[in-house]
Every structure is written in structure tokens, then in C-alpha cells.
């Protein structure tokens, strides 16, 4: 979809945040009620995704220029709290529009955000990231996939590894190393790859749940344009350091685009009375740890939104937010378990509301590794919001 005159103009209605929330409950109820969680594909969900765009309900904090509406960040706040327990109806997002989009809105050439983000926005694109390496770990410093310069082109070999969705995205923002002579910081470049293109090979990893959120991907001789090329190059890693920011912010529950139950704590309180074990002391302990987290992971997030919308949160900032989600979400695996009880240790596949509780239980380390592990955002906030000396 290209930006129109009408879309730049915003030709939707005027709204209160009061009444944006109430439009959007409105348009969910009636977009989902022929929809059944356990039947909607993603193709289902795409389509529901730009529908809810057109309607003006998504991305409307995004500047208009970039086919957003320029609205306060307090509609993304209410935003977040609608669309808790429609997310089976909707793509996760966080990646494409809350990562992947904010680092090209910094980074790419006017051409590259004409061409790519309001497509992202409406979903007419999903993007990834290549980043992790088997043989880098979290040292993105280390990365090895080669990309060399053959006139117009370059032309990447190697591998990366722990992709997100990539067998539906479209695209990757993709750290290559550019230039191996220089020190390891200062020959790294960031490319967009289309990843329908001749020498990329996208294979899945599956995990216990027996999903494959994360894939292996395989470089080779895969061309892409030097236009392609997002900032310098070899200045990647200043690319890369904003778009860790941004991942930081966009996985950190109740602030843009990360998602997670806002009422836990009492979806909980009914699971346990429903099995009879809510009088149980070892519960309530549970219980209340839940609550403390997801207290504390509110009040972060809050503290956070606001920060957006004053501009005064600093960069290191997300990954307190993302300490928070990845507590909060073993505070609920632990107290799913000790509420199902033996339930909790085999099910039938059939049990639909059980099977999707323990799904949820098993997937619960991710936000703890994902775009990070936990241990090193404790690095980030110890070193570089509290000043303390540098991890040795």
C-alpha cells in the first residue's frame, strides 16, 4: 500500500483516547465473532491486521508522513490494554512494526521508508532480523557472515540462526560483516534482505510445543543491492545499538507492541478457584508473587510510556521493562503449574483451554532469552543507567 493523500491527511475521525478504545472494542468484536482461535490462520490474521489499519486502529502513533496518525502514545496505551485477548485474531507484530520499523524511521533512506513502512504497518510486510550466529552467541560483534561488494550488488555466505518467524517474513534487517580487516566493531554493515530471493534457505527449529517460532537461515551467494544498505557502511553497529534499543522497549510488556495478559493475577485467582485449591497456602504464595510482579511490571511500563511521550526516556531504559516481562512471565508459569497440579504435567491434546495454558507455560523462558537474556540486560541497566563498573 502506498501512502495517499487521504492517509496523509488522516481522513479518520477525531477521537478522545476514550472513544478510540471504544471504537476499537467495537471493531474487534464484530471483525473476530466469526473467528475461532483454534481454526485462525495466518493468512486470516494478516487480513485483520490491514483491515484494523484502513480502520485507523493500528500504527496511529506513527508519524503521518510514514502512514501513521500522529497521535499521542496514551492511544497506543489504550491500544495495548484493548486488544488483550484478541491476540490469537492479530500477527504478532512487536518485530516488524516495533523493531524492525523504528530502526529504518532512524536509520534508512528516505526511499527505503517511502518503499517499506506503511507496508510494515498494514502487515503487507513482515520483517525479521538476522542477527545471532551459531558461532556468536550473543557477541554480535563476532558476527561472520560475509558480504562482499561485486558492483552493484553485494553478495552474502554464512549463517544465521534463532530467526524469528522467518518463514512468513518478507524481509530481515541483516548484520554482515563488510569490511573483516577492520577492528570488529568498525567492518559491520546493516542489509536489507529479501528473503524470497535466490540463495536464502529458511529451516525451522522446533521446539517442546512442538511450534518453530525460530529458524536457521543459510546464505548462499544470496545478492542484494547496495541500496539495500541502511546507514554506512561499516558503521552497522551503530544501526545495530538503535535497534537493540527498540527491541528492548518493544519486548517489554505494556509498553509498544509487547503483549501479555493485563489481568493475570485474576485469570489466576478464577483458574484456582475452579480447581478447589485456592484456600492452599503454597497458592496464594504463588498467587501473590504474580500480583507483586505484574504491580511492579505496570508501574514500569507506565513509567516507560511516559518517558515516550515526553522523549526523556533513555535508550537503556527498555531493558528494565524487559527484566520485568520475563519475571512477571515465571511468576505465572510457576503458579499456572502448582495450580493445574498433575494436569499440568500431561494433558490431552483435545483440552483446548488446558493444552493453551501449558503451552504458554512451556514457552514461558523466551522473554528471559529472546533479544537478550535477562543476565545481560542486568549488565545493561547496572553499567550504563547506574553507572556502576563494567562486567569484567
Not at 504497518?121 to 557477541?139: F, K
Not at 518493544?250 to 493475570?264: F, H, I, K, Q
Request: proline residues 5%; contains cysteine.
Amino acid at each position: 500500500m502506498t501512502l495517499t493523500e487521504d492517509v496523509a491527511q488522516d481522513r479518520h475521525p477525531v477521537e478522545t483516547p476514550e472513544e478510540f478504545g471504544a471504537r476499537l472494542r467495537r471493531w474487534l468484536r464484530s471483525a473476530t465473532e466469526n473467528l475461532a482461535p483454534s481454526a485462525t490462520t495466518f493468512a486470516d490474521r494478516a487480513a485483520t491486521h490491514a483491515a484494523m489499519y484502513d480502520a485507523g486502529l493500528f500504527g496511529m502513533t506513527w508519524p503521518i508522513e510514514l502512514g501513521g496518525r500522529s497521535l499521542p502514545t496514551t492511544y497506543q496505551t489504550v491500544f495495548n490494554r484493548e486488544v488483550a485477548g484478541f491476540e490469537w485474531a492479530i500477527p504478532d507484530s512487536s518485530v516488524t512494526v516495533g523493531i524492525c520499523a523504528p530502526t529504518m524511521a532512524d536509520h534508512g533512506t528516505p526511499e527505503q521508508q517511502a518503499r517499506h513502512i506503511s507496508r510494515m504497518l498494514r502487515g503487507d510486510e513482515v520483517w525479521t532480523q538476522l542477527l545471532s550466529e551459531p558461532g556468536a552467541g550473543s557477541d554480535l560483534a563476532a558476527v561472520s557472515v560475509r558480504a562482499i561488494r561485486d558492483g552493484d550488488d553485494f553478495v552474502l555466505d554464512g549463517q544465521k540462526i534463532w530467526t524469528s518467524d522467518a518463514v512468513e517474513a518478507d524481509y530481515a534487517l541483516a548484520l554482515v560483516r563488510t569490511d573483516p580487516g577492520r577492528p570488529r566493531h568498525g567492518g559491520l554493515s546493516m542489509l536489507i534482505v529479501p528473503l524470497s530471493e535466490p540463495g536464502v534457505d529458511i529451516r525451522p527449529l522446533r521446539d517442546m510445543t512442538g511450534d518453530a517460532p525460530f529458524n536457521e537461515v543459510f546464505l548462499n551467494e544470496a545478492r542484494v543491492p547496495v541500496a539495500n544498505l541502511v546507514g554506512r557502511e561499516n558503521e552497522g553497529w551503530t544501526v545495530l545499538t538503535t535497534m537493540l534499543r527498540h527491541e528492548r522497549i518493544a519486548l517489554s510488556a505494556g509498553t509498544a507492541g509487547a503483549r501479555m495478559d493485563v489481568d493475570a493475577f485474576g485469570a489466576l485467582v478464577a483458574l484456582a478457584r475452579a480447581r478447589g485449591v485456592l484456600d492452599r497456602t503454597d497458592v496464594r504464595d504463588t498467587l501473590a508473587e504474580v500480583f507483586v510482579q505484574q504491580r511492579i511490571l505496570d508501574i514500569t511500563g507506565r513509567r516507560m510510556r511516559e518517558g515516550l511521550e515526553s522523549g526523556e526516556l533513555q535508550g537503556p531504559a527498555g531493558s528494565l521493562g524487559k527484566m520485568g516481562t520475563a519475571m512477571a512471565a515465571r511468576a505465572v508459569a510457576e503458579a499456572t503449574l502448582k495450580i493445574e497440579g498433575m494436569e499440568g504435567v500431561a494433558w490431552r491434546p483435545d483440552d483446548g483451554q488446558v493444552a493453551r495454558r501449558m503451552r504458554e507455560v512451556l514457552q514461558f523462558p523466551k522473554p528471559g532469552i529472546a533479544g537478550g537474556t535477562t543476565e545481560i540486560q542486568k549488565n545493561v541497566v547496572a553499567e550504563r543507567l547506574l553507572g556502576m563498573p563494567r562486567d569484567r
